[in-house]
């Protein structure tokens, strides 16, 4: 069983950057491919898809995201990243890691429901 562990939240003002880490353990199919994304969701809102990245390393960003964030992975250290720059205020919100391992579609997705492993999240708060 997977399982994923989020990192590297905190605050910062409006302008900096952050980057965020989910660590990855446990045993993964030993057949087909895997996905793997960040989300986001502020309280009282919808988790909202931010970046993905699937096995070929090809990556989608969501609009709020391109240009400023960065998805990447260490599949040495079983770890998945998002570099965050120029953050701004909206970005405020709990991160969430999320992936789906076995015979997948390669199909880029930041819908939810292309996901069914998620951890507790890391909460960024930026100021202005």
């Known amino acids: 069983q997977v399982q994923l562990v989020e990192s590297g939240g905190g605050s910062v003002q409006a302008g900096g950057s952050l980057t965020l880490s989910c660590a990855i353990s446990?045993?993964?199919?030993?057949?087909?491919?895997?996905?793997m994304g960040w989300f986001r969701q502020v309280l009282g809102q919808e988790r909202e898809g931010v970046t993905t990245?699937?096995?070929?390393?090809?990556?989608m960003y969501a609009d709020s995201a391109q240009g400023r964030f960065t998805i990447s992975e260490d599949n040495a250290q079983k770890t998945l990243y998002l570099l965050m720059n120029n953050l701004k205020p909206e970005d405020t919100a709990m991160y969430y890691c999320?992936?789906?391992?076995?015979?997948?579609?390669?199909?880029?997705?930041?819908?939810?429901?292309?996901?069914?492993?998620w951890g507790l999240g890391t909460q960024v708060t930026v100021s202005s």
């Open positions: 999320a992936a789906r391992f076995g015979l997948l579609n390669p199909n880029l997705r930041l819908d939810l429901t292309a996901y069914d492993i």
């Open positions: 446990g045993s993964r199919p030993s057949v087909g491919t895997y996905r």
């Open positions: 990245i699937n096995a070929e390393g090809n990556t």
